[in-house]
């Protein structure tokens, strides 16, 4: 197993699961939240912080502020007074490539694809899901949402944060088919058998990439 495998997701979708899954029958790790400590800690930030911005949207006219400090690192008088979200970014930007070095893994979200786009050795996989089944999964996963509607409200504001966050900092859109190697409705399978539908991809990528 040589393949880092990045993981966009839908809410309630099933893309940790997943992911988590994958990476147990290829015996390798799946950072998620994990990837939260991992940046604290190389980057100096607390966790409470990064957890707090993690993956939401900023203002778009900081990008540029955002892409020539990344040039000179953390180091730089610009870095000082960067809003707190895209210290943020770069932190876990830094963190993914240094999981990227250390071997193969999964890492979902975090717009992990794109930090990993000079990669020769990445799969970047897309989970969607029917609604029906997504809105099933996040009331399963918090008792407090008493009803269907206040579980799609969840899931319509989680998907719109993450497509704002990631349409930001990547070159490409969140959701669409061309941004990524597969995409796959997890609905259609079920989570076991989109899980050995995904080793087999990876398995014949590798495969390709042998020869």
Not at 61 to 85: A, H, R, W
Not at 168 to 193: A, P, V
Request: proline residues 2%; aromatic residues 12%.
């Amino acid at each position: 197993m040589e393949t880092i495998i990045t993981i966009g997701r839908e809410f309630g979708s099933g893309g940790r699961e997943i992911g988590e899954q994958v990476a147990d029958r290829f015996g390798i790790k799946c950072y998620d939240k994990e990837l939260i400590a991992r940046a604290a800690k190389e980057s100096g930030f607390c966790e409470e912080m990064i957890e707090t911005h993690d993956e939401r949207p900023t203002n778009s006219f900081m990008y540029n502020l955002v892409m020539d400090t990344y040039s000179f690192g953390y180091n730089s008088s610009s870095f000082v007074d960067m809003p707190i979200s895209h210290k943020v970014f770069l932190a876990q930007f830094d963190a993914i490539k240094n999981l990227a070095k250390e071997g193969p893994c999964i890492i979902v979200g975090r717009c992990a694809d794109y930090a990993l786009s000079d990669y020769p050795n990445v799969v970047n996989l897309f989970i969607t899901g029917n609604e029906k089944d997504k809105i099933a999964r996040i009331r399963a996963r918090f008792a407090d949402l008493t009803s269907d509607e206040k579980a799609r409200d969840m899931m319509v504001k989680k998907d719109k944060q993450r497509r704002s966050y990631y349409n930001y900092y990547s070159s490409k859109k969140w959701g669409h088919c061309d941004s990524y190697d597969l995409t796959i409705n997890s609905s259609i399978l079920g989570i076991e058998d989109t899980v050995n539908f995904i080793v087999d991809f990876v398995n014949k990528f590798e495969a390709s990439k042998r020869g």
